[in-house]
Each structure stands twice: as C-alpha cells, then as structure tokens.
C-alpha cells in the first residue's frame, strides 16, 4: 500500500459490495447532471473533449462512465493507492481507448502540473481535514479554468445523512464541513442523490458495510423499501483562467 492512503474498509474489504453499493447510488442521474451543471456554469466546457482525472477512483467504477461523458476527444486517468484495486479498475477499463490507471496517492498524484482539465472525487475519506497536502496537488494538476469535483456525504439532511452522523459521531459536524470548503474558495451544491436497490438483501449489505453491526440493526429495524433518502454534497473550485 503507498504511503498516505487512508483506510477504506467498505471497498478494500467489501469489494462485491462496494460495486452493489456504487450501481444503487444517483439512480436518477442527479448527481451527474449537477457536476455537468458545474462544469458548464459562467460558459465554461463541460466534459466533452477535456482530460479528467478520477482521484482515488477504486475499483474504476466511475470510469467508463466518465469516458462516455468526455467522448472521442477527452481522456480520462484513475489514480488510486490500493494496488489490487488498481489492477481491477485497470481490468474493468481494458479495451476502453484514452483510459488509464496509475497508481498513487492524492498527496502525490502521479501527473505533470496543469495537465487536466476536470478532477473528480467521490467517497474520498482522503479529504477534509488534514488533507491539505492533496488540495495543492489538485492546484498543481488543474490547468488553468478547470474545474475540481469532490462529492462526499451531508451529514445535514436526509435518512442517510442521519444514519452517518449516528455511524461516525467523530467526524467534523456538517457547519464545520462547509467551513472547511468554503474558507477554501470551495462551493457546494447540495444533491438528492438518492439510494434504490434491487433487493433488500443489497440493502442491508450495503448498509452492513458502511455503519457499525449495532448501528446497522437499529436503522434497518426502522427503514423499509429498497431506497434510501440520501442527500450529497457536490464541493466545487474553478481555476483561475
Ligand atoms: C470509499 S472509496 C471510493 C472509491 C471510488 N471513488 C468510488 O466512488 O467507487 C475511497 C477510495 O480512496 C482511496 N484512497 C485512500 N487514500 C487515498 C489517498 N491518500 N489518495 C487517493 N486515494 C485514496 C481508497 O483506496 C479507496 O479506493
């Protein structure tokens, strides 16, 4: 493992699962169409043709998805510190034209300066405080007008939010979060993403994988249906151009 990975138990442990996880998540495609909206504000590109870099990217379960999203003229490059799950996102991405996967940390990505145009971060438990380090590499790596995408849970709203705060009462609470980002220069835009599975059984893994055994009892024993209220945070920083 490189130096300066955070532990991820759900997808270093829980691999099958973390998939089960990543397919019941934005069912709708909300979150796609707000990071679009951030891509496209004040006349800006979107994904098409531009180069994207899906920091900490796991399995590369966003990748093809990316790789559509920035078509025949982008790329698209994984960075990612688990040196198994490198091989799967580099075994899911075979065949797929201008996709990579290098292995690397958020505190050292293996990229010249300036050399892309989008950063996308999802589940990364690698920032927030204490993560300062990686934010100037994502200063390094952005060209000038691109654009940084860090998606993580608001622990101000929604069943989800709830059942994370209950889960991980160490963490920063939600008004300390956003003082975080925004003293930053970061924005958020706040999205109902939304869980929906196709069992209760995916359900109650995926929940198993994510809260504590007794914490994972006591909301399952008061939620039924196979969806989830789960609201996000989508942080946003444009470059300068
Ligand atoms: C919760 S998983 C999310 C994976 C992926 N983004 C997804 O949405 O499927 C967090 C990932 O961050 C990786 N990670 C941990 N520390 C990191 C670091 N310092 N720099 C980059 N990635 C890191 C973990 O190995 C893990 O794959």
Known sequence: MLPGAVPSPNIWRHTDTYETENRAADPDGRLWQAMRDALTEGGRGGFAGRTVLDLGCGTGFHLPRLADE??????????????????????????????????????????????????????????????????????????????ALVVDNDGARSTWGSWFRRGYPHLDPPEETERFWTTRGWTRVGVDMGWRFASRADLEAVVRIELRPEVADAVLAGHDGLEVDYAVNLWVKHQPR
Do not use: I, K, N
């Open 70 to 147: 920035v078509g025949p003229g982008g790329s698209v490059v994984g960075v990612e510190p688990h040196p198994s799950l490198v091989s799967l996102a580099r075994r899911r991405v075979r065949g797929l034209p201008r996709v990579d996967v290098r292995e690397g940390v958020a505190q050292e990505v293996p990229l010249p300066d300036a050399s892309v145009d989008v950063v996308h971060v999802r589940w990364a438990y690698f920032f927030g405080r204490g993560c300062e380090p990686g934010l100037v590499e994502l200063d390094r790596v952005l060209r000038p007008g691109g654009t």
